[in-house]
């Protein structure tokens, strides 16, 4: 067995306790000063003071990591992702800087159908090779599991490529990929006014094969005006959770459509963007535990006002976040800037963001069990920062500070400074 020892972190950040956490909860992240970890083989063994682990362990067994002067953390999860797709959409950015709108766009034939020739055209190997290149930057931003959409074919050939490139990519990197069928993400031309068929259509003829496959654990719709209306959202997300998809919903990015209620409805494991949530919504969530998954440097690439955090934390709300990677609006996977939106612009603490980045990503995405928190029996997927405290992160703003990540017990990336 191999035995690895992290001792004398000046803070260990554990996340421990039930998940996800809700409200004020979010605000406890299992702070030790001077902690430790004992890591057998990849799951963590027990966590501690330094003191406390001292006496359980004959040091000679084990392989000693020194994390004094570091922050210790558990790996972050970035739980709504759409990193798998060909070509790219620089142009609609500039359009955008013009005056444009994200909307506008989409209705003339750009945005998510832009995309979707470009990833027809792609092979299975090109976005295998693309995607491991993304993954590699989201290890070096601390990321340990990432949740990845389809949703740029539209038909089944191409979704099905999106997610076996993914179940690919989960097999031959380290960082672990949750898949999510996104089918309804958008219309094509050829569905305008008929959504209802095309929804029929993936539902008879590519879900099926997706789950006999096991290429998603999740479904997800764009839960939006002029895209998939509440009707048909729900007809989607009802029929998906009979055929034993666990549910996500792209729900009031733009306007206030209800999609948070929906989520509550269906029994989502969360509702994602919300900008426009009301507060109906946020109550609905907060009762029935859909967690909300906000996103916010789609807000500020699109220059929109920010989800309601603090709202939705102050109403007992259990919030994630998550970098929306994806071509359109929103190409960033940088956890930092995550961290600086949250605690400057949306009243988040520094501990409420790190919770929405580690345990309640992982519940997101159905993994709190196994990963999200420093606890015994779980993944050891653990961070460092170079810095000794938590305080460094929004503080050194944008700077990512990761310096090792540790996934399922190995040391997978290091930097030296
Ligand atoms: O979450 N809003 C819908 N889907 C993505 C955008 C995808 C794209 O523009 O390519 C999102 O922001
Ligand atoms: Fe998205």
């Avoid at 029929?239 to 998809?245: Q, S, T």
């Avoid at 549910?247 to 209620?261: Q, Y």
Wanted: overall charge negative; hydrophobic content about 40%.
């Amino acid at each position: 067995m191999k035995k690895r020892y992290i001792r004398h972190a000046a803070e260990l950040v554990t996340c421990k306790g039930p998940a996800p956490k809700k409200g004020k909860d979010m605000a406890d992240i299992g702070l030790i000063y001077d902690g430790g970890v004992l890591i057998h083989d990849d799951k963590i063994f027990a966590v501690g003071t330094t003191e406390e682990l001292d006496k359980m362990v004959n040091m000679d067994e084990y392989e000693v990591i020194d994390a004094s002067g570091k922050t210790v953390l558990p790996g972050f999860v970035d739980s709504h992702t759409h990193y798998i797709f060909g070509g790219y959409r620089a142009n609609e950015f500039s359009w955008r800087l013009k005056g444009d709108t994200y909307m506008s766009i989409m209705e003339r034939g750009g945005g998510i159908n832009a995309t979707v020739v470009p990833t027809k055209e792609a092979t299975l190997e090109e976005l295998v090779e693309v995607g491991k290149e993304r993954m590699n930057r989201m290890l070096e931003f601390g990321v340990t599991t990432v949740e990845g959409k389809s949703g740029y074919g539209m038909d089944c050939e191409t979704e099905i490529k999106q997610l076996r490139a993914m179940k690919k990519l989960d097999e031959i990197h380290p960082v672990d990929v949750v898949t999510t069928f996104l089918g309804p993400h958008s219309v094509l031309p050829q569905y305008k006014g008929k959504e209802r068929e095309f929804i029929d259509m993936l539902l008879n003829d590519v879900m099926p094969i997706v789950k006999e496959e096991n290429l998603a654990e999740f479904a997800d719709i764009f839960c939006e005006k002029n895209v998939f209306e509440i009707e048909d959202s729900e007809y989607y997300l009802t029929k998906a959770k009979e055929m034993g998809f666990k549910l996500k919903v792209h729900a009031d990015e733009i306007v206030s459509l209800g999609g948070a209620e929906l989520a509550a409805r269906t029994g989502a494991f969360s509702a994602d963007h919300l900008l426009k949530a009301s507060d109906e919504g946020i109550r609905q969530m907060a009762e029935s535990g859909v967690i909300s998954t906000l996103l916010p440097a789609t807000a500020f690439c699109l220059k929109e006002p920010f989800a309601p955090a603090r709202k939705m934390i102050d109403s007992g709300c259990a919030v994630a976040l998550a970098s929306d990677l994806n071509p359109g609006s929103c190409f960033t996977n940088n956890i930092p800037l995550l961290v600086a939106l949250g605690c400057i612009y949306m009243g988040m603490s520094i501990e409420e963001v790190i919770t929405a980045l580690t345990i309640n990503g992982a519940a997101a995405v159905d993994r709190a069990d196994t990963i999200g928190s420093l606890e015994p029996g779980k993944k050891a997927d653990i961070i460092f920062l170079k810095f000794p405290s938590i305080h460094y992160m929004p503080y050194h703003t944008t700077i990512n500070l990761v310096e090792t990540v540790i996934k399922n017990g190995e040391t997978v990336y290091h930097k030296e400074w």
